[in-house]
């Protein structure tokens, strides 16, 4: 059975006027997000990406994670 792991490097987050926790916890359900999107490419074959979403102070973690990986996935489709 092959690996189906995904590893990501480095994950870069900047919410201005949120919170260590609130980016930790974006950060978590992004991750989650991708690994449960089951389209991502093969491990090695992820390309550096860089998104950008309206994440309005104030806004829930769970929708902003929705938009970043919704965002990357666009970004991906558009790149393999």
């Given at each position: ?11 870069v987050l ?19 997000g991708l690994a449960a ?44």
């Open positions: 059975m092959p690996d189906r792991r995904l590893h990501i490097d480095r994950l900047s919410l201005p006027g949120g919170s260590a926790a609130d980016g930790r916890k974006v950060g978590d359900l992004v991750v989650a999107a089951g389209a991502l490419p093969q491990s090695g074959d992820l390309p550096n990406l860089s998104v950008t979403v309206n994440a309005a102070t104030g806004r829930r973690p769970e929708a902003v994670a929705r938009q970043i990986v919704d965002q990357v996935l666009r970004a991906l489709a558009r790149n393999v």
